[in-house]
């Protein structure tokens, strides 16, 4: 297996970590200047940075200084991504297909600022989302192939790669403030999009590269499991479980308040001290890295975001993506003639789904859980992370059909699936939907023959993004899936415009659509 690299920020970004770290960022932040943390940590310096700091400690020091004349002087401030939605479109599919060129984004020139330069094209989320997003983009992908957009998926597949030739993981986005967390791992299957058609079967440096990424990610996320000996020890992002098996959870080496959102969180820690403080901070980081920031799932009191552990949780969805990694690395390593190591991962990939079965089901709520390592025993909380064992197809029958009826009996709803049966003020809780996990949730039941609930849910959650669109033009982030005539809730900041994983989500079940059409 490949040696995991330490993650290392490159010299080339230092300055913004460097930045994030001065005086001047720290009393920006919490000034109040800017509502939404994420824009002065996207701001571009006019001028050398020792040029600022030098003027800031001296300016700073007079009577009538004024920061936002100071930040005006010496930073440019990013714009959310225009959408144009000043052009009407009379379908969402036309929508689409016109903002693909608006959220694409050429290779970038390496700046002074917080942004990682990449050296070929790639879709942004848009809004404020203005960089690339790791898992955000399989499921964007799903739109672009459609779309015929097949060369940008291929780049942003190689994006992705050159971030982790340089960092040691996959970053959350390409921004120096997410270099020390990743997201889920979702390379492989973002490569199987590709590999899996007639046109890269043939292509063997191309999959030799592609598996390579593929092994370097697992070494990533399996770090340290061989000093593991102990019931529940956890290393970075491996767990030893009593059997003696691993399963993976969420984290973040970084104890600190995040950058984008700086002030948000220094609002939250107010009231925490020393190790309490880092230990809140690494969890609303490692909560980031699972993508769901934030959720009941990582809460102890599901109405409290201060009562977060997210480091204390063995995710479901993340052991089916690992366990969905495992076997096509299997798959792809055989396919380069390469027995010995497809034979080792097909292995881990029995072991891992034995583990699921055994810590992550449970056979009274007919449903796939997370797991407490504090408590010992499986989470309370409910959600559509649940489907993904579907979705890779380790469930058996029984348990997929179990499954199927909790889905169709309590999470779905009028305008689709909602997130999972708690309802609190964070956004990935009831009453929001959300693009990805619908994917999932329909794949996943088409693997076990459940057609009809599949196409219930696809119909449900279409509806609801046409008729959104159909009232204000655009397509959402997120979407209240409880009562379609509101906005959805919850989250740091408003609910963003765009956006690449509806737009992807979307139109791959068009595609699906079609195909039963024609089966019709």
């Keep these: 297996m490949s040696k995991v690299k330490v993650l290392n920020p490159p010299q080339e970004f230092t300055d913004s970590l460097t930045f994030f770290d001065s005086a001047l960022f720290h009393q920006v932040q919490t000034s109040g200047l800017f509502k939404d943390s994420k824009q002065f940590a996207d701001a571009t310096p006019k001028t050398s940075w020792s040029k600022i700091y030098h003027e800031f400690e001296r300016q700073s020091a007079q009577a009538n200084f004024n920061l936002a004349d100071f930040v005006t002087e010496f930073f440019s401030l990013p714009e959310p991504i225009e959408l144009e939605q000043h052009i009407v479109h009379k ?48 499921f964007t992908a799903l739109g672009l192939l459609h779309s015929g957009r097949r060369e940008l998926v291929k780049s ?44 890269e079967t043939s292509d063997t440096q191309f999959l030799t590269q592609c598996t390579e990424a593929m092994e370097t990610e697992y070494a990533f996320w399996m770090q340290g499991a061989e000093q593991l ?21 969420y984290w973040d080496d970084q104890g600190t308040p995040r950058p984008e959102s700086y002030a948000e969180d220094m609002h939250a820690a107010a009231d925490k001290h020393g190790d309490e403080k880092t230990h809140f901070y690494r969890n609303i980081r490692a909560a980031c890295e699972s993508g769901w920031d934030f959720s009941s799932r990582w809460l102890a009191d599901p109405e409290d975001l201060q009562s977060i552990q997210t480091t204390e949780i063995v995710p479901i969805d993340l052991n089916c993506l690992m366990y969905k990694l495992e076997v096509l690395l299997s798959n792809y390593w055989g396919k380069l003639g390469e027995q ?25 709520l007919g449903f796939y859980m997370d797991f407490n390592l504090l408590t010992q025993r499986q989470s309370k909380i409910i959600s559509l992370a649940g489907v993904l064992p579907l979705f890779v197809a380790l469930a058996e029958p029984s348990q ?44 996943g039941l088409q693997q076990y023959q459940q057609d009809d609930l599949a196409s219930q849910i696809m119909q449900k959650w279409l509806s609801t993004v046409e008729r959104y669109f159909q009232l204000n033009g655009s397509l959402m982030e997120k979407y209240n899936v409880q009562q379609i005539e509101y ?18 989500v979307t139109m791959a079940f068009y595609k699906m659509l079609e195909g039963e059409s024609a089966q019709a």
């Design 91 to 138: 379908t969402v599919a036309e929508h689409v297909e016109a903002l693909w060129p608006v959220l694409m984004k050429q290779p970038d020139e390496q700046g002074n600022n917080s942004l990682l330069p990449l050296k070929r094209p790639y879709i942004v989320p848009g809004g404020r989302f203005r960089e690339i997003y790791y898992w955000d983009s399989y």
């Design 156 to 199: 942003m597949l190689l994006n992705f790669i050159q971030l982790q030739q340089s960092i040691g993981c996959i970053p959350n986005g390409n921004r120096s403030y997410y270099y020390s967390r990743s997201q889920p791992p979702i390379l492989a299957m973002m490569a199987d999009l590709l590999v899996s058609s007639d046109t």
């Design 400 to 443: 997929a059909a179990a499954v199927a009826s909790r889905l169709k009996n309590e999470f779905l709803s009028v305008g689709g699936l909602i997130t999972t049966l708690c309802q609190t003020q964070q956004q990935w809780d009831a009453p929001n939907g959300w693009a990805p996990l619908h994917w999932f949730a329909v794949k």
């Design 487 to 504: 906005s959805a809730q919850g989250g740091e900041y408003e609910v963003q415009h765009g956006f690449g994983w509806t737009n992807g």
């Design 340 to 364: 010995t190591k497809s034979l080792e991962y097909l292995q881990k990939s029995e072991q891992r789904k034995q583990n699921i079965q055994s810590y992550l089901w449970n056979a009274e």
């Design 229 to 249: 000996s102990q019931p529940y020890e956890a290393h970075r992002h491996v767990v030893r479980m009593p059997n003696g098996g691993l399963l993976n959870r």
